[in-house]
């Protein structure tokens, strides 16, 4: 008993001494650990010692050397050109006034002193505060771009009294016709840091501005060209003495395109007279080239160029019109009658009607099966007696396109107006296209969680309810509409020009005619579209045509306020903002089209009141333009 | 900056002394990356500086117990991210080392060195000191696994860092002298072996340059001199605050692993001898904390995390100066991006 007792408390002194030379041994290895670190960091000293006081002249000397600097020279962008070969694109030779702070002592005394010679207001400071702050201590921050003539030659003059200062040549980008295409050709402005990440860093590392909306965007990489590349002997400031190897760049390539720009001024000036806002859009049906496309009002791409000042970009953001908004290429209207052409083809295709099949127009409409519910009014109240497919386009009856939209059903309604490419993106060169909606059963259960209505049908069949689309698919369907179910794609390329290995034209893919069973359907909706100028009762019979040929049009009012006690208030009776938009789409000559046009404008009122007539304006000074 | 958080109490500790001599060096490490990189760079590390401060002052409240419970956990967690970079990883320069996991990516070999230290010291927590034979293969094989996966990415310096975070642990341990000498004879005697059988030609390129940087002056050898360059015209006092011509006009990465360059430049000797001095008076504090703890646990970890901390100061430096090949380990408190 006693010796186990003696055996634990032998064990537990053994416990004890153990753990004591456990932390002994700790201790001392510690100690070895911190000694080696002390060596460790002396060897670093030593090595510093070494480097910075007894070899320190040799480095001093040649940290004062001439060296060998490797530089990429950024290639000149490509310049873009409408179909009559007018530049919408320049790249000027204009002069920056530059600072390096490395290389000047008392920099900012001397900014001071600028506006002695040069304009250098608050606005100009604030770019050059903006640039200081992004550059490094040894790089050139830009005291103030685009000198003129005349401040270049005041300031050179006195330029030895400012250290580190230096006029230096570049080329900036410029849109002769800003305005007119900012919603086209886009704008070029500088590389972020989310570009950077994106971009190829050898192509791009001398390059400071990437093409950020529009065509400029949507072919940067015909655009930008190839850098070159240099290694230079340089001073230890960095000024280049001898180029020892230069490999030069390669321009990018020149762009042609098929925009009209006549005929893109003739629709902004008739869009602006009465400050509409809208867009018009202009497509060639025998080719898909788009001849123009405008949105109103627009704003001017050169300000994004060298970076927007707050105060621009705050006036644009916040501008109650929406200058930034690209309508044609964006903005999602109701078609409204406008689709109606399309219906009544869908309709003959079907067999749901023949050309001569006569629906009577009381005014309004009842879905047969549910008799007791609301009716769906025609927007003539008094009706329009008996219609067929001709004289329902040519009057726009709703009752009609009712009757045969339920006969139909939405499922073909949808894939036939899909052929005219409702619904999705035309594919125009252009980024970020709005696909406007075409719905279908499948659409409204995904979207809104609810199955489809009878109701939604009878909206849809007139171009309302559900159904929207963009003033660019507007042009495109009247352009299919024009070449009798031909289609092309709408596109703006027409040819790239690259410096070295010349012109080449893009190739279009072709896409199928839009299919039709009945024989005389073309014959008979061109009819019906024609009628709608020319004829006696035609709904734009009275938008004042000045042509020796006729052309093909279609009306379309959209409403924008539901009207619950059944009775449509006067346009004056209306908020500007509910009034209804106004639409008119068409294609001329009618024989042989050359162009089809699509206008809207929006809370405009009446299609043939309002966008008729600025229709028949642009039409008639386009043809005139064109004669001569 | 996990010295903080084992600290010899159960509840939390802040080590007043160590904060000050942290905050010291985030300071100058801003004065020189304005110089280097601009008023935008440094603004962001600041951001980050501040981050780390917030995660140390989180972890401060962790309790000790916590840490050890999870350090199995933590390492088992560590090797199935390993494993999954070799399965699904993200090829970068022929390496996979990246794990892509939505949000953000992540190198889980740098989590490694964290995890060894961490498993060893709660291994040992539970056991007699000096560890048995037994004890000792069964720490080994916890240093290999991970050690192993790393190498098989492959990552050289980040392998040889995970393994030695748990030799010094083992060290600290006390495993007998005997058996340190003798492996340390062995190490020695299979670098020949390793030279020609082990290493990738990059990096054999990479050492050679280390002994002959004209080797290639315009190639790799290229980003050594103008360090070098950096440094040596420096001198005693250094060129002054923003008056590095050198190390910003010539030396790439001069924000991130070639900082130290562009300090040496416009500080000179002086500057060198005060940012030496602050990071050995940082590990010496850490030491004095690690000495009046009571349990292995934290002893053990503490250690050898403090050594990994030195091991980066001075792969980084021993880099910068050229006395050590390039291997894109950053200097520690001192810049935190790449």
């Known amino acids: 008993m006693s010796a186990r007792k003696k055996t634990s408390i032998n064990n537990n002194q053994n416990e004890i001494q153990r753990d004591k030379n456990i932390q002994i041994s700790f201790y001392r290895r510690t100690l070895i650990i911190i000694i080696g670190i002390i060596s460790g960091i002396l060897v670093l000293f030593s090595r510093a010692y070494y480097l910075q006081i007894t070899r320190h002249d040799y480095y001093r000397t040649r940290s004062q050397k001439n060296r060998v600097k490797s530089q990429v020279i950024p290639p000149i962008r490509g310049n873009i050109f409408d179909r009559n070969g007018i530049a919408l694109s320049e790249n000027i030779l204009s002069y920056d006034l530059i600072v390096n702070r490395a290389k000047s002592q008392k920099y900012e005394q001397l900014i001071e002193k600028i506006n002695q010679y040069i304009r250098f207001n608050d606005d100009d400071l604030s770019k050059y505060n903006l640039d200081k702050r992004k550059k490094l201590f040894n790089q050139d921050i830009i005291v103030r771009s685009d000198l003129s003539q005349e401040e270049i030659n005041t300031f050179s003059v006195d330029l030895y009294k400012f250290p580190g200062f230096e006029i230096v040549p570049s080329y900036k980008r410029h849109y002769p016709y800003g305005t007119l295409t900012a919603h086209v050709i886009g704008y070029i402005n500088n590389i972020n840091k989310k570009d950077k990440k994106t971009l190829d860093q050898r192509e791009y590392s001398g390059t400071l501005k990437i093409g950020r909306t529009g065509i400029e965007k949507e072919y940067e990489s015909l655009l930008h060209g190839q850098a070159g590349f240099r290694q230079a002997e340089v001073t230890k400031t960095g000024r280049i003495i001898r180029i020892l190897d230069q490999i030069d760049p390669i321009p990018g390539s020149d762009l042609t395109l098929s925009l009209d720009l006549t005929l893109q001024k003739i629709i902004s000036e008739e869009l602006e007279k009465n400050e509409f806002n809208g867009a018009g859009v202009a497509i060639d049906p025998r080719n898909g080239e788009v001849l123009a496309l405008y949105s109103n009002p627009s704003f001017d791409a050169n300000l994004f160029v060298n970076g927007i000042s707050h105060k621009d970009y705050n006036f644009l953001r916040n501008s109650p019109r929406k200058n930034l908004f690209n309508r044609a290429l964006h903005g999602q209207y109701a078609p409204a009658s406008t689709i109606k052409p399309m219906m009544a083809l869908a309709a003959l295709h079907h067999y749901v009607v023949s050309a001569s099949t006569r629906i009577n127009c009381r005014g309004y409409y009842r879905i047969p099966e549910y008799k007791k519910t609301k009716r769906f009014f025609c927007w003539k109240r008094s009706g329009h007696g008996n219609m067929t497919a001709r004289s329902s386009i040519i009057q726009s009856c709703d009752v009609y396109y009712y009757t045969v939209g339920k006969e139909l059903g939405i499922q073909r309604i949808h894939d036939y107006l899909a052929q005219f490419g409702l619904g999705k993106k035309t594919g125009i060169d252009l980024p970020n296209e709005s696909t406007g909606i075409l719905p279908d059963k499948k659409w409204k259960e995904k979207n809104y969680k609810k199955s489809w209505f009878i109701g939604d049908t009878i909206n849809a069949s007139i171009g309302q309810g559900y159904v929207t689309t963009t003033p660019l698919q507007l042009a495109y369907f009247t352009a299919i509409l024009g070449a009798r179910g031909k289609r092309y794609k709408p596109h703006f390329l027409t040819k790239i020009t690259h410096p070295i290995s010349g012109t080449t034209v893009p190739q279009q893919q072709t896409l199928s005619d839009i299919i039709q069973n009945n024989p005389k359907a073309w014959k008979n909706i061109h009819n019906a579209m024609v009628d709608v100028v020319s004829g006696t009762r035609g709904t734009a019979r009275k938008m004042l045509l000045n042509l020796p040929f006729k052309i093909a049009g279609k009306t379309g009012t959209a409403q924008n306020f539901s009207f619950r006690n059944e009775k449509r208030l006067k346009k004056h009776e209306l908020k500007q903002h509910l009034r209804d938009n106004a639409l008119f789409v068409t294609y001329a000559p009618a024989d042989e089209p050359v162009i089809a046009l699509s206008i809207l404008l929006e809370n405009a009122g009446g299609g043939s009141e309002s966008a008729a007539p600025v229709a028949a304006k642009v039409l008639n000074r386009y043809f005139r333009e064109r004669k001569e | ?338």
């Not at chain 2, 964290?114 to 916890?142: C, G, H, Q, T």
């Not at chain 2, 002959?212 to 605050?241: C, M, T, W």
Request: glycine share 8%.
């Open chain 2, 1 to 338: 900056m996990p010295n903080l958080v084992i600290s010899n109490r159960n509840r939390f500790y802040l080590d007043i002394p160590l904060l000050i001599l942290i905050i010291c060096i985030m300071c100058i490490s801003s004065v020189v990356l304005y110089s280097a990189g601009g008023v935008d760079k440094t603004l962001s590390q600041m951001v980050r500086f501040g981050i780390g401060l917030v995660v140390m002052s989180v972890v401060l409240f962790i309790p000790k117990g916590l840490i050890r419970f999870s350090a199995p956990i933590f390492y088992l967690l560590t090797i199935a991210l390993l494993v999954a970079v070799e399965l699904v990883g993200v090829n970068v320069n022929n390496s996979q080392r990246w794990l892509d996991i939505g949000v953000t990516k992540i190198q889980p070999s740098e989590i490694a060195k964290l995890a060894i230290p961490l498993m060893l010291a709660n291994y040992f927590y539970v056991r007699k000191l000096p560890p048995s034979w037994k004890d000792i293969i069964v720490a080994l094989a916890i240093i290999a696994v991970p050690t192993g996966l790393v190498l098989k990415q492959p990552d050289l310096g980040t392998a040889i860092l995970v393994a030695s975070s748990g030799c010094i642990l083992l060290f600290l341990a006390g495993i007998s002298w005997r058996l340190i000498i003798g492996s340390l004879i062995l190490l020695v005697a299979s670098i020949p072996l390793f030279w020609f059988y082990g290493m990738k030609d990059y990096q054999k390129t990479r050492v050679m340059t280390v002994l002959n940087p004209e080797r290639d002056p315009l190639g790799d050898g290229y980003n050594i001199i103008q360090s070098q360059i950096a440094i040596g015209s420096g001198g005693v006092h250094g060129k002054g605050f923003n008056q590095g011509v050198q190390s910003a006009e010539f030396l790439p990465e001069n924000t991130t692993d070639f900082i130290f360059a562009v300090f040496s430049e416009e500080w000179g000797l002086l500057g060198i001898a005060v940012l030496f001095t602050l990071y050995l008076l940082i590990i010496l504090r850490c030491f004095q904390l690690t000495l009046k703890m009571s349990d292995n646990f934290s002893r053990l970890l503490s250690g050898s995390l403090i050594f990994i901390f030195f091991i980066y100061f001075f792969i980084n430096v021993g880099m910068v100066s050229g006395i050590l090949p390039v291997v894109g380990l950053p200097l520690p408190h001192f810049y935190s991006t790449r």
